[in-house]
Nanobody
């Protein structure tokens, strides 16, 4: 499994970006996926997660109402739409996935140590 995160870049405060997470082995469409981020000098933190069938979606309080996670299983993609970006959103964003067959509960989906696969990260910089 090789997750690929893309879509990062430089954006002004208040702007938007859309990140995508894909996998050539089509794992993304068959398992729960999460987004995490690591800002300079800080610990990795949970951003959002989506269950295998989109029935379960969770957000960190810091991004609730501004970020939207979604999946397109036909394209084997999980996206993170980020609106109203703030300088404190600046970080490297990672997507992560569980191994097929796992059905994690919410507390597991928000725990980075619980995930089985990780992408390489994409840098998001929010600055004027």
């Amino acid at each position: 499994v090789q997750l690929q995160a893309s879509g990062g870049g430089l954006v002004q405060p208040g702007g938007s970006l859309r990140l995508s997470c894909t996998d050539s082995g089509r794992t993304v469409s068959r398992t729960s996926v999460g987004w995490f981020r690591r800002a300079p000098g800080k610990e990795r933190e949970f951003v959002a997660a989506i269950g295998k069938t989109s029935g379960r979606i969770y957000y960190a309080n810091a991004v609730k109402g501004r970020f939207t996670i979604s999946r397109d299983n036909a394209k084997d993609t999980v996206s993170l739409q980020m609106n109203s970006l703030k300088p404190e959103d600046t970080a490297v964003y990672y997507c992560a996935a569980f191994a097929e067959g796992r059905n994690p509960i919410m507390s597991t989906m928000t725990n980075p140590r619980a995930y089985d696969y990780w992408g390489q990260g994409t840098l998001v910089t929010v600055s004027s």
